[in-house]
């Protein structure tokens, strides 16, 4: 089994934080821990190449990085990239993560390894990887080797992966029904028991966080800024023309509110099928405030109310449908030069 | 993803509005919805922020 | 309070010239069973058909699910067909094993919003049976038909009113003077102090007509949290009306057979003490109430000295939060928590799983996803309906009942969500 190995500028045996500049190189054979690993593997797999690149570089210059990871994958086409241990450093995290992301990409099997709050793995675009959850230092190393020897092996072999518990990596993001052999209602009284005991429990469902994203500049002549509209709340024009789903979003819309003073109850109706519609039936104003607006807008509070209202069904939509409604709409405001944007949501 | 100005509104079925308050006052409510969220917009932040809106019938 | 219940288990119906129990063979005296639902005029039609376990058959339009008991020397269901007085203490009857099922073709008069009669399908084989509470159920049928100048307030009455009568009928009728299978007995006894006292915080959903919970005949859409005694819910005392959300409601057969509160009582005693309910609402629409309801529940989950409590909800989206912010004042206040939750996650398993979190919720049992899409397969019987309706955001589209059927995901499956850990579906980490 031939597997490459993505390690950083320290690990690479290159130097510290002065050389985290580096870019991407790649040598012949294993270098650092991955000897340790070609130690476990016994002659069963070896590494035929080892990807380094500076912490700084692969944190910054992910393009490059893929790019040249791409490269590197391709040529040596191994049965399994490992990348790391990384514990705690996020930016060795982060490259880690990249090579794990390019090798999926090209179908090459990867297996990584940080500490489980490594900030690289809350970032959204890390979500279903395969890692190994480590110490907080590089006094784990010793302990997460062999690990990460087993897994990469099953997988450079080409084995189906386990279930988390099974393979001991972190949950990824990725989640899949089972039947237990007791109700939910016995495990829960079951893990309860455990919990008041004092004894070790183990969640069905780790707790997630969500992310965060860089705020964007404030609004600087509010007299001159261009504002739309968006809602999650279901308001369409009468007859639901688009057919818009109640739940579980597949789809936006963009309905025109030029020249409109308000929303009317005869021509705009509610179709969001998780909040109760009365109040939203007499007036869709409630939920999209546009009669509000546009009086501001001829006061000369805003610059101007765009012509166009965005539209979907929050309730039950994916996240990841919800990001690309999102990066759409965003599209298309940059496009219409809009400044700023109010999303009513229920 | 959290998002990081927002404007604590009335509630689910009506988030910028308050249908308890007399009809001829209602669009008083979503008035100062709509200019707070203004306001927010012209607003610097670092992180997730909650504003609240100063009008009785805000709540 | 003392409740004896006495189980007259079922493993077999048919229809039959007077309803009695032969063995555990449940006879049906269909006429009679109709006659006794048209009592109420809002009814104007009511066909009762059988539905085994196993069977090559679909029940749809499905309103609600009752278990058959009768409370020896009156008043079953108080609040529907008894006088209103605290249940769970004297004997009760129940056909253990059958289930009186309510299916009716309701209203459709908006274009959605969230008090929707919406489309509940029970599949009584294959593998989604797994996930239906009549799957294992000897289920006795009320197709009704509706007059149809009834406000939904009346529909949504006249549908429960007629599945508890039918209910109390056929318990009556089939075990009155006759010796049960088995006697449990469920009292809340002195235990030894020094065991961990277990409270269970029990959230329904409430919010109207073909939404809401029904506490002795009202709705709970304006409950602050209370505490009821569990015996309160194994007798009746809840009806659940939540034909909006098919696969996120607790239908009222598994409410009298509150898998936690038997599970509670099972260790009653041995390893723990049970402290009591705490009943509560989820889904109110102001972030006030929300945090009314957490500091009520977990002021009242402490008043019963609770060192642990499960917490169980109802629903989705927003009513997630009631409980977390529960479970996190009650675990601030030193009370350990386990929460009991069914996800989304996406069609492929890769989406968030839930809609909220709270850090201290660091013990979680999953029942399941709801969101894989699903096919229903061609069947030979469909009871309830020939058609089904999705779909009313457009007005509602018809489909055959008998199948094949693709959803977009499971909303419109019966009971599936197992709120309060009924089946043995899970999740994991894959």
Known sequence: ?346 | MRANRIVAGVRIPHPVSNPAVAKDREIEVRTAFAKRALEVLATPVEGPTVFTVDHPGAR | MRLERRSFPVTAAALGTRTRLDGTRLEVDRAELADLVRTDDRVTRCEVELVAPGEDARIVHVCDTVEPQWRAGGGTFPGWISPIRTAGSGVTHRLAGAGVTVCAELPWRRTGGIQTPRENIAEMRGPLAALNPLARLQNIVLVLTLRDDLPDEECDRAVHLAETRAAEHLARAATEGAEPATTDVRELVDVDPSLPRVAYVYQITSQGPYAGTFYYGGYLDRLMPTIVHPNEILDGALVDGNIAGPWIRTPTTVHQNNPIIEGLYRDHGKGLAFAGVVLTRGHYYGMDDKFRVAQQASKLARWLRADGAILTWENAGNGIMECLYTLQECERAGIKTVFVTWEHGGAAGDDTPLQFYVPEADAIVSTGSMDEPVVLPEVARVVGSDTIRLDPQVGGVRHPARGPITLDWRLELYGGAAHVGEHRYGRVDA
């Open chain 1, 1 to 346: 089994m031939r597997a490459v190995h993505y390690l950083n500028q320290f690990f690479g045996g290159i130097g510290g934080e002065e050389h985290a500049d580096r870019p991407v190189e790649v040598k012949d054979g294993p270098i650092g821990p991955g000897r340790a690993l070609e130690g476990e593997w016994q002659g069963a797999a070896r590494i035929v190449a080892t990807i380094i690149a500076g912490d700084n570089y692969a944190s910054t210059r992910t393009e490059e990085t893929e790019a040249a990871l791409r490269t590197a994958l391709e040529g040596h086409r191994p049965d399994v990239l490992v990348a790391g241990p990384a514990f705690n450093a996020g930016r060795y995290g982060m490259g880690c993560l990249t090579a794990c992301r390019v090798a999926a990409s090209l179908g090459i099997p990867h297996v990584a390894a940080m500490f489980p709050q490594n900030p690289a793995l809350a970032m959204h675009e890390n979500r279903g990887l395969v890692v190994l959850p480590t110490a907080e230092t590089a006094i784990g190393m010793r302990k997460v080797i062999p690990q990460v020897a087993r897994l990469a092996l099953k997988l450079g072999h080409g084995e189906l992966l386990g279930t988390a518990a099974e393979d001991g990596f972190l949950p990824r993001g990725i989640r899949r029904d089972v039947m237990h052999e007791e109700t939910g209602a016995e495990r829960a009284i079951a893990m309860l028991k455990r919990k008041l005991a004092g004894q070790p429990y183990r969640t069905e469902l780790p707790v997630e966080a969500f992310d965060s994203v860089e705020p964007a500049p404030p609004l600087r002549e509010l007299g001159r800024a261009r504002v739309a509209l968006i809602t999650t709340g279901g308001i369409v024009p009468h007859g639901n023309p688009d057919r818009l789903k109640e739940y579980n979003s597949v789809a936006w819309k963009a309905y025109s509110i030029a020249g409109l003073d308000d929303l009317a109850s005869d021509a705009w109706q509610p179709i969001h099928g998780g909040y109760d519609s009365t109040w939203a039936r007499e007036d869709p104003d409630r939920v999209v405030p546009v009669d509000a607006l546009r009086a501001l807008e001829r006061r000369g509070e805003l610059g101007a109310l765009d012509d166009r209202m965005y539209v979907t069904v929050g309730v039950g939509t994916p996240v990841a449908n919800a990001r690309r409604f999102g990066q759409e709409i965003a599209r298309d405001l940059r496009e219409r030069k809009v400044d700023g944007v109010i999303l009513t949501a229920t």
